[in-house]
């Protein structure tokens, strides 16, 4: 059973930058595509980020394109989100998630618990 937890939320200023790590544990990640989501209060969970399997393709909504970078390093079972040129707006609760392919619609496998970013000065 795949599991995965989130590292690497807090609070960063306007501006700042901040690493999210998704670790699996229980099976290795070779197989799966892993996307990034996040959930303001009120709001539903949206999509972020998503790369394949093989690491080749990425995606990005266009809310963070140019500012984030979504890379996997499978050796170490992680994939990371890079958060640069944070805004407020990018505050929420982010999920990494895994299933086979990539998809904008939060009804993948597998799900972390989630990790709070807040960005305010």
């Known amino acids: 059973q795949l599991q995965l937890v989130e590292s690497g939320g807090g609070l960063v200023q306007p501006g700042g930058s901040l690493r999210l790590s998704c670790v699996a544990s229980?099976?290795?990640?070779?197989?799966?595509?892993i996307g990034w989501f996040r959930q303001a209060p009120g709001k539903e969970r949206d999509w972020v980020s998503c790369?394949?399997?093989?690491?080749?393709?990425?995606n990005y909504a266009d809310s963070v394109k140019g500012r984030f970078t979504i890379s996997r390093d499978n050796a170490k079972n992680t994939v990371y989100l890079e958060m640069n040129s944070t805004k407020p707006e990018d505050t929420a609760v982010y999920y990494c998630?895994?299933?086979?392919?990539?998809?904008?619609?939060?009804?993948?496998?597998?799900w972390g618990q989630g990790i709070q970013v807040t960005v305010s000065s």
């Open positions: 229980g099976s290795t990640l070779d197989y799966y595509a």
């Open positions: 998630a895994a299933d086979y392919y990539c998809s904008v619609i939060p009804k993948y496998d597998y």
């Open positions: 790369i394949e399997s093989s690491g080749g393709s990425t």
